[in-house]
């Protein structure tokens, strides 16, 4: 029995996707994704580091020992930079798709 996947065999693994699947996705979809898991993750983050600090200010034992938390705020600040990098990226490629459709409608035919 073959492993290779034959083009009459369904795919039974479909990698998890906000959006309902319609067969397409474009650069939008991937980077409203990102946008969603990064920064549903960073809030969570920021709220352990900040119950973390209320803790200590407290007096109270805190979830994190400094070192962790400095972890996470690390972890934080690198995905929001990776998602802001993202962003730029998409930003440029719409600019220049748009430079180009500009530049094509008012060439002479």
């Given at each position: ?54 803790a200590d200010e407290a007096c109270e034992r805190p ?47």
């Amino acid at each position: 029995m073959s492993n290779h996947d034959t083009p009459d065999q369904e795919e039974t693994f479909k990698p998890f996707s906000w959006f309902a699947r319609s067969g397409q996705s474009s650069p939008d979809d991937f980077l409203a994704e990102a946008a969603q898991d990064i920064g549903a993750g960073i809030q969570l983050v920021l709220q352990i580091i900040e119950k973390s600090n209320l803790a200590d200010e407290a007096c109270e034992r805190p979830l994190l020992h400094r070192g962790q938390r400095g972890e996470l705020m690390r972890l934080a600040l690198t995905s929001a930079r990776l998602l802001s990098d993202a962003a730029e990226q998409h930003i440029d490629w719409v600019n220049d798709q748009r430079y180009k459709q500009r530049k094509s409608q008012s060439s002479p035919q």
